[in-house]
C-alpha cells in the first residue's frame, strides 16, 4: 500500500510473486513508508476442507469395505456379563 491513509486515498498494490520469480510480472520497487502486506498461505482454509473432505471419504470407504468383506473376528464376549 502506497500513500497516507489519512490525508488521502492509498495505493493498492497487489503482486504475483510466482509471476515476478517467474519473470512474467515486472518487480515493485518499494518506496520509503510503503505499508507490505504477504499473506503466509492464501489457500490454508481451501486445503483444511479439502483435507478434511478427503479424510471422510477414505474413512468411510475403509468402514464399508471391512464391514462387507471381513468378517467378525470377535465372536465371543471378551468381558463376562454383569448380568447375573
Known sequence: MR???????PEVIVVDAAAVLAGKQKDVLLQP???????????Q????????????????GTATWTGKNIGPL???PLLPSLNP
Open 3 to 9: 500513500g497516507s491513509i489519512d490525508k488521502e486515498k
Open 33 to 43: 513508508r510503503d505499508l507490505v502486506y504477504v499473506s503466509e498461505k492464501p489457500w
Open 45 to 60: 482454509r481451501a486445503e483444511e476442507i479439502l483435507d478434511l473432505a478427503v479424510r471422510a471419504f477414505v474413512q468411510t
Open 74 to 76: 470377535i465372536k465371543e
